[in-house]
């Protein structure tokens, strides 16, 4: 077997897994496969597959919902803004096979398995959400809601020991609660949580999760509420709290 010919066919494994190649580029690929013994095809298969399959994870766990005042603002942006068709393309935005070689770099393997995925939407000229993994990590929902410049912070007490925090952020239109040392309830028993305004809202039952590990869980919708309520509930919750166990203030 001609080693040039492997060695040329394991270069190309980067370009052939991103899909980053031309017709004639990849009937050349093919050919040498056809020409190498099985050692180099499986070493050839497994760098291809290596490559799609952090690709395609990355972008799995890089996946975050977007805040809903993020959302809407889209999608109004999107009902006025003008639809132009795309322009005629005029040249091959492929990279030639031999330009990639001359270019590559021990490192490029490293830094695709390590790759930083990015998802820009533009509206009207302006970013208006961005995710990005790898070295630096995209924030999550609840960190992005309390990145807001006008989150603000309430604590809450419950009776048996134990805190709530609640950070809140009007133009996110969402809350993140964070437990702190609460007791899980009796047994047959469930907390629930509320948004107060007027009348006490409904917005789910703290999980178990919440209790053993303590992570901050959004709630959405918080709309005009001047109060975040915990009562305790028959299991399952009730569709008004009947015994409000602490509350959490606020602010306009």
């Not at 330009?99 to 995925?117: E, P, V």
């Not at 609840?142 to 709530?164: K, L, R």
Request: net charge negative.
């Amino acid at each position: 077997m001609n080693e040039a010919i492997r060695q040329r066919l394991l270069d190309s494994a980067e370009v052939y897994a991103l899909h980053a190649v031309s017709a004639a580029e990849q009937t050349e690929i093919e050919r040498d496969l056809e020409s190498v013994d099985d050692t180099a095809r499986v070493q050839f298969g497994i760098l291809v597959g290596e490559i799609q399959e952090t690709l395609a994870l990355a972008s799995v766990l890089d996946a975050v919902e977007p805040p809903a005042e993020v959302r809407r603002r889209v999608l109004d942006d999107l009902s006025r803004t003008t639809q132009v068709p795309p322009p005629t393309p005029t040249a091959s935005n492929v990279t030639s096979m031999k330009g990639h070689r001359d270019r590559r770099n021990t490192r490029l393997r490293t830094s695709l398995m390590a790759a930083a995925a990015a998802v820009v939407v533009v509206v009207g000229g302006g970013v208006v959400a961005t995710q990005v993994i790898g070295n630096d990590p995209s924030p999550t929902q609840a960190e992005q809601v309390i990145a807001y410049g006008d989150t603000q912070e309430s604590t809450a007490s419950f009776p048996g020991g134990g805190t709530a925090k609640i950070s809140y952020s009007r133009e996110a239109d969402s809350a993140v609660v964070e437990l702190d040392g609460v007791a899980p309830p009796e047994a047959g028993k469930d907390y629930q949580m509320w948004f107060v305004e007027g009348t006490p809202r409904s917005v789910g039952l703290v999980s178990p999760a919440q209790l053993a590990e303590g992570g901050k869980t959004v709630i959405e919708g918080m709309g005009g509420a001047t109060n975040f309520a915990f009562s305790l509930e028959p299991a399952g919750g009730s569709p008004q709290p009947t015994e409000v166990l602490t509350m959490a203030t606020l602010s306009a």
